[in-house]
């Protein structure tokens, strides 16, 4: 037995150190961690326990059969963040590149399999080639398996993709398939074909970070919902996120003690926000306002930036926050600023995270390219997902709600539970200068002074249909409160519905616009 534990021993340490110092030391020249070493930063200290840590694949020809390292470039098991369990698996790109083979892939799924049956959360820790070629269609089979417990995962387990380093080809699918996406600059890119297939088939010149980076991803193609500078800040974000989410989907998010009081006058919303509806002002000053101790995490902060998706707590509750954004295109709706809030409302729902909206929208954005690129689609997917969510919703006008997009916004019409309004809200069809260019038209035309009867007509329409009571006169509001008392509001409300139960109609699943 001693013989054998010596063994044992030595077995441990060889899988544990990896293929060599080179190596290691080849990682750390790119600026970049060892698996091993990300999982340390990851989880709390000492908690990793390793699974199939002695694992090797069996894969022959070109080599590979004198080639047989421990692990076979994946380290899996699981930890705790926080005191909560969580599974991780990273990819050690020490060992073959990090490339996916058949024995590397069933690792991986083994440890989805065990997160998914203990309902616990999931993070990769992305650092691989791709599929290792030497392995044929084995390995491209292993990239199925995951791509299959990916979605079979959604909506159970929070799953969050960490990119670390190089990730092309299927290797970018499955972040794709998770709820977030991290990654780091410099060092992580993600890509389908890589610069060298795209100068081949295009001609087109590019480096991997302008194909696939993370400043890319970021704020360009939306693949990506957090950019760091460096492997020790992303990793601690990953932190601090899981921390605001739910083990599984038959939990709430984590509750923490807030000294924050819950009636704490916020005194600077009135200045915070301009009564001139053309006047743009920073919707995150508002939010910072209302929510614990200044405190939120904003998702895709640089992809749509006129709409802000954000997790903050409300009297230590997570919330989500979904606010039209004055600051960058006045905060009206498009293509991207619905898709971005569709998905964040769905994550919300899906893990029992309530949602509070708060409006200031002029609208769709106007224009060929959004009617040509698809605007009623993708504006329909940001109505089906308020529609379908069953967590409480409190949407909060605070200045212009226009059209369609204040119907889309969760108004009381689609199912909010509570809508609340601002004095210095404006309810209507559309502004007051264009409905009086269509009502009163003929009589603006007729007029011996057009600019004056147009002035006329509009302070005339304002006062008749858009003075801030009109519609908590006909109840589509409920209730127009002063933007002091807003957290206090919120708080109560949400206290309320804490306890919200809503069933949705018996069917395999909905068919949401695409």
């Known amino acids: 037995m001693t013989e054998r534990l010596a063994e044992l021993s030595a077995l441990r340490e060889q899988a544990v150190r990896g293929p060599s110092e080179r190596a290691t030391e080849a990682q750390h020249a790119k600026g970049k961690l060892t698996a091993r070493e990300r999982i340390e930063l990851l989880l709390d200290p000492g908690s990793f326990t390793e699974v199939e840590q002695l694992r090797r694949h069996r894969a022959t020809g070109f080599g590979l059969e004198a080639n047989r390292p421990y692990t076979d470039g994946v380290v899996t098991g699981w930890g705790t963040v926080d005191g909560r369990t969580v599974f991780v698996y990273a990819h050690d790109f020490r060992i073959f590149g990090g490339a996916l083979g058949e024995a590397h892939a069933t690792k991986i799924h083994k440890i989805m399999d065990l997160a998914l049956a203990a309902g616990a959360p999931l993070v990769s820790l992305n650092d691989g080639a791709g599929a290792r070629i030497q392995e044929g269609v084995s390995a491209l089979a292993?990239?199925?398996?995951?791509?299959?417990?990916?979605?079979?995962?959604?909506?159970?387990?929070?799953?969050?993709?960490?990119?670390?380093?190089?990730?092309?080809?299927?290797?970018?699918?499955?972040?794709?398939?998770?709820?977030?996406?991290?990654?780091?600059?410099?060092?992580?890119?993600?890509?389908?074909?890589?610069?060298?297939?795209?100068?081949?088939?295009?001609?087109?010149?590019?480096?991997?970070?302008?194909?696939?980076?993370?400043?890319?991803?970021?704020?360009?193609?939306?693949?990506?919902?957090?950019?760091?500078?460096?492997?020790e800040t992303c990793l601690s974000e990953v932190r601090y996120l899981l921390s605001m989410l739910p083990s599984n989907n038959r939990e709430n998010p984590p509750s923490v003690p807030c000294e924050d009081p819950a009636d704490r006058s916020g005194d600077a919303l009135a200045t915070l926000v301009p009564a001139d509806g053309n006047r743009p002002y920073d919707m995150r000053e508002v939010i910072e306002e209302l929510v614990d101790d200044g405190e939120h995490m904003e998702v895709h902060e640089r992809w749509a930036r006129n709409i802000i998706c954000t997790l903050a707590r409300l009297d230590g509750q997570v919330v989500g926050i979904v606010a039209n954004q004055p600051q960058f295109l006045a905060g009206v709706l498009d293509i991207e600023a619905s898709e971005k809030a569709a998905r964040f409302v769905q994550l919300c729902d899906a893990f029992n995270i309530p949602i509070v909206t708060l409006l200031d929208v002029p609208g769709f954005l106007p224009g060929v390219d959004q009617e040509h690129g698809g605007i009623i689609r993708h504006g329909a997917k940001l109505l089906y997902a308020y529609c379908n969510a069953t967590v409480p919703r409190i949407s909060l006008i605070l200045r212009k709600a226009y059209g369609?997009?204040?119907?889309?916004?969760?108004?009381?019409?689609?199912?909010?539970?509570?809508?609340?309004?601002?004095?210095?809200?404006?309810?209507?069809?559309?502004g007051a200068e264009g409905a009086a260019n269509v009502i009163f038209r003929k009589q603006i035309a007729g007029a011996d002074d057009p600019e004056a009867m147009r002035a006329r007509m509009v302070k005339e329409y304002k006062s008749e249909l858009m003075h801030p009571y009109y519609a908590a006169e006909r109840g589509l509001i409920d209730d127009v409160i002063d933007p002091a008392g807003t957290r206090e509001v919120l708080i109560s409300s949400l206290a309320m519905l804490r306890t919200k139960h809503a069933d949705l109609p018996s069917r395999k699943h909905g068919n949401p616009p695409q």
Do not use: K
């Open 142 to 231: 292993g990239y199925g398996g995951i791509f299959q417990r990916n979605t079979r995962a959604s909506g159970v387990i929070p799953q969050i993709s960490v990119m670390l380093g190089p990730c092309a080809g299927g290797a970018a699918y499955s972040p794709a398939l998770t709820d977030f996406v991290f990654m780091v600059r410099e060092t992580s890119q993600m890509f389908i074909t890589g610069p060298d297939v795209v100068r081949a088939v295009t001609g087109e010149e590019i480096t991997q970070n302008g194909l696939g980076g993370a400043d890319v991803h970021a704020g360009t193609s939306g693949v990506a919902h957090f950019a760091y500078d460096n492997e």
């Open 404 to 430: 369609g997009a204040y119907i889309v916004m969760d108004s009381q019409s689609i199912g909010a539970d509570l809508t609340y309004a601002w004095p210095t809200n404006e309810i209507a069809v559309m």
